[in-house]
């Protein structure tokens, strides 16, 4: 049979061990869990863990003429996320681009 576990619970055992000096195994086996149940708890409650675990892939490109000249060319790329809006102007180089891009990934 399957054990309920309250989310008060769940968070009183992932708090404890998150503590200095926490022995998982020892946290476990005091709450009648398996190590890895609880590992599983802890990776799951640290935010954006869910997301990053999933696979990610490319969205659809959205070309938007703001001057109704019909044409794309030579204006500003905006790469947009959740969090940021990344403009590049015009002219600017492949090189440079992928540093600001490759800036922006390790940062989070």
């Known amino acids: 049979m399957r054990r309920r576990w309250s989310a008060e619970a769940k968070a009183r055992i992932i708090a404890s061990s998150f503590e200095p000096g926490a022995n998982i195994a020892e946290i476990a086996r005091t709450h ?29 490109a959205v070309i938007e ?7 794309a060319d030579g204006g500003e790329i905006v790469i ?3 969090a940021l809006a990344i403009h590049v102007p015009p002219g600017a180089s492949e090189d440079h681009i992928a540093r600001v891009l ?7």
Not at 39 to 55: E, F, M, Q, T, V
Not at 102 to 108: I, K, L, N, Q
């Open 65 to 71: 003429d703001a001057h109704g000249s019909g044409s």
């Open 102 to 108: 490759a800036a922006v990934s390790r940062s989070g």
């Open 80 to 82: 947009r996320t959740a």
């Open 32 to 60: 009648g869990l398996l190590p890895q149940q609880l590992y599983a708890w802890r990776h799951d409650s640290i935010p954006g863990k869910r997301l990053s675990s999933k696979k990610l892939g490319f969205v659809p």
